[in-house]
C-alpha cells in the first residue's frame, strides 16, 4: 500500500462535526509536520475537496456525522481519486463500517483516542516531506 507525503502543496483534510475535536485533529496533525484544512461540516468539506483535490493530500473524517455521514464523504471523494488515502475516525471501537469502505481506508482510529494513537496511524499513511 502506497504512503502519500504531505508537504506545503499536499495537506490533510480533516472532517468532524465536533469542533472540539476538529480542532484537536488539526493541532496534532500540525505538530506531526503537516499543514491541514479542516472543515465541521462535510458537505462543504465536499466542496472545498472538488475545487482542491489535487492538492489534497490525505482525508480524515468522522464516520458519524449529521448532513452527510463520513462513509458517504468517502465514496464521493473517492469518485474524484479513488488513489486518496483515509483515515476514519469512529465513535467507538467496533463501530460498523459499511461493507464497500474498508478496501479504501488506510487506518481508523476510534474516539476518544490518544495523541500516540492518531500518530501511529499517522505514520503508517502519511511521509513528511523534508524540510528546507
Known amino acids: ?38 472543515f465541521d461540516d462535510p458537505v462543504k468539506a465536499l ?3 472538488e475545487e482542491n483535490a489535487r492538492n489534497i493530500a490525505l482525508l480524515v473524517t468522522d464516520l458519524t456525522m449529521p448532513s ?3 462513509s458517504d464523504l468517502v465514496r464521493k471523494v ?12 469512529t465513535n467507538y471501537v467496533g463501530e460498523d463500517i459499511p461493507g464497500d ?6 487506518g481508523t482510529v476510534s474516539k476518544p483516542f490518544t495523541r500516540s ?9 502519511v511521509v513528511r516531506a523534508e524540510r528546507r
Open 78 to 89: 473517492l469518485e474524484i481519486n479513488p488513489e486518496l488515502p483515509i483515515i476514519l475516525v
Open 47 to 49: 466542496r472545498h475537496y
Open 101 to 106: 469502505i474498508p478496501p479504501l481506508v488506510r
Open 68 to 70: 452527510m455521514s463520513g
Open 117 to 125: 494513537e492518531f500518530f501511529h496511524v499517522l505514520q503508517k499513511t
Open 1 to 38: 500500500m502506497a504512503v502519500t507525503t504531505c508537504d506545503d502543496k499536499h495537506i490533510v483534510l480533516i472532517v468532524d462535526d465536533e469542533e472540539m475535536i476538529e480542532e484537536m485533529m488539526g493541532a496534532l496533525v500540525e505538530e506531526y509536520g503537516c499543514p491541514h484544512v479542516s
